[in-house]
């Protein structure tokens, strides 16, 4: 399927935020569980023995620092699911659903993710993510089900949705 940026910004979007969960068709959500007690935190971020069927094994692993205040995207894959996990820093994950034929085309699902808030997010094909840094160094680390990058979509994170994104809280003091 390939993609005109200028279509999307004629699109007519249904914009959703992370309290009302995952919103678009394929798209999983899963809080995870951080065990904490006087030596630290710990958080279980995936297991091949979790018993969910909706996270898919990965082919693939890589993690993404970015900058405070930069957003990047927007990015998709054909066949790959992406699964997204924020294990430091806070992030804001934007997600849009472009597969015309699923009955949540034209839905934007919003999540706040961090080490306070630690989420699973499982990204099918065909659904445009991009993500922006709320505090320094925030991370994602990406579960990809393929090894390749041949499937890959991008345009510029400015084509569509540029007012999406949530302001930074700068303290003075």
């Not at 899963?30 to 996270?55: A, C, F, H, M, Q």
């Not at 994950?93 to 934007?108: A, Q, R, W, Y």
Request: overall charge neutral.
């Amino acid at each position: 399927m390939k993609l005109d940026p200028l279509k999307l910004t004629s699109t007519k979007l249904t914009i959703h935020s992370n309290w009302e969960g995952a919103t678009i068709q394929g798209v999983y959500c899963k809080n995870l569980k951080t065990n904490v007690d006087g030596r630290g935190d710990l958080t279980e971020i995936w297991s091949e023995g979790w018993s969910d069927p909706n996270i898919l094994p990965p082919k693939h692993v890589y993690y993404n620092v970015t900058d405070l205040g930069v957003s990047k995207g927007w990015h998709w894959h054909e066949e790959t699911y992406s699964q997204f996990v924020c294990p430091a820093g806070k992030m804001q994950i934007v997600l849009l659903d472009l597969n015309e034929k699923s009955p949540t085309f034209g839905h934007v699902n919003q999540f706040i993710s961090s080490y306070k808030n630690p989420l699973f997010i499982k990204i099918p094909p065909f659904v445009i993510k991009g993500w922006k840094a709320l505090e320094e160094n925030a991370l994602i680390i990406n579960f990809l089900t393929s090894a390749g990058n041949k499937d890959n979509g991008k345009i510029p994170f400015n084509t569509f949705l540029s007012d999406i994104w949530q302001p930074i809280l700068v303290l003075q003091g």
